[in-house]
T-cell receptor, first 115, second 114 residues
Framework: AQSVAQPEDQVNVAEGNPLTVKCTYSVSGNPYLFWYVQYPNRGLQFLLKYITGDNLVKGSYGFEAEFNKSQTSFHLKKPSALVSDSALYFCAVRAPTDSWGKFQFGAGTQVVVTP | KAGVTQTPRYLIKTRGQQVTLSCSPISGHRSVSWYQQTPGQGLQFLFEYFSETQRNKGNFPGRFSGRQFSNSRSEMNVSTLELGDSALYLC?????????????FGPGTRLLVL
């Protein structure tokens, strides 16, 4: 069975500082990994995904994520956070063998960026 | 290309009533998945439809049901509403919901059960 964990309920960071949101996963085989962001009273917006290849994936709004197979992690990063990055972030995983299967979402991490 | 749309955006019902939510996927997408989001339980998978057939189902009671039409639009129905059904209901569409495909989410329908 696949699972994903986001160990931090909330991350606080000052505007202009680096932002990291952690995600670890458990899945058989090589995973497909996704990051989504949710603003208040909105649906989830896709940020980026890792399928194969380069371990550093670049996505929307200046976000990037690094896939680390040995640590089974897929942390989301942004070099310089903005107040507008304050939102709820979800990591999701799908096993490549789980064709047309559901995504497994993490519990979410609330990011608060202070001016 | 238009995104995933959901109607209505907000809904207030009372216990015992039933409700129908609608989702129109991105044009060309044949898979529609439904999720329930609550503060306590997070995102929980309800079911997934592909070409008018339910392919996957989460662990929800039979009061939760859905269907998909030939144009890929999907509806979700909840009968005999309970207070605990208050949630944000999200639908997501993808081409075939396979492997590396991304699921694209609608804005959600916020349901309040009184």
């Amino acid at each position: 069975a696949q699972s994903v964990a986001q160990p931090e309920d909330q991350v606080n960071v000052a505007e202009g500082n680096p932002l990291t949101v952690k995600c670890t996963y458990s899945v058989s085989g090589n995973p497909y990994l996704f990051w989504y962001v949710q603003y208040p009273n909105r649906g989830l917006q896709f940020l980026l995904k890792y399928i194969t290849g380069d371990n550093l994936v670049k996505g929307s709004y200046g976000f990037e994520a690094e896939f680390n197979k040995s640590q089974t992690s897929f942390h989301l990063k942004k070099p310089s956070a903005l107040v507008s990055d304050s939102a709820l972030y979800f990591c999701a995983v799908r096993a490549p063998t789980d064709s047309w299967g559901k995504f497994q979402f993490g519990a979410g991490t609330q990011v608060v960026v202070t001016p | 290309k238009a995104g995933v749309t959901q109607t209505p955006r907000y809904l207030i019902k009372t216990r015992g009533q039933q409700v129908t939510l609608s989702c129109s996927p991105i044009s060309g997408h044949r898979s529609v998945s439904w999720y329930q989001q609550t503060p306590g339980q997070g995102l929980q998978f309800l079911f997934e439809y592909f070409s008018e057939t339910q392919r996957n189902k989460g662990n929800f009671p039979g009061r939760f049901s859905g269907r998909q039409f030939s144009n890929s639009r999907s509806e979700m129905n909840v009968s005999t509403l309970e207070l605990g059904d208050s949630a944000l209901y999200l639908c997501a569409s993808s081409l075939n919901n396979e492997g590396q495909e991304t699921q694209y989410f609608g804005p959600g329908t916020r349901l309040l059960v009184l």
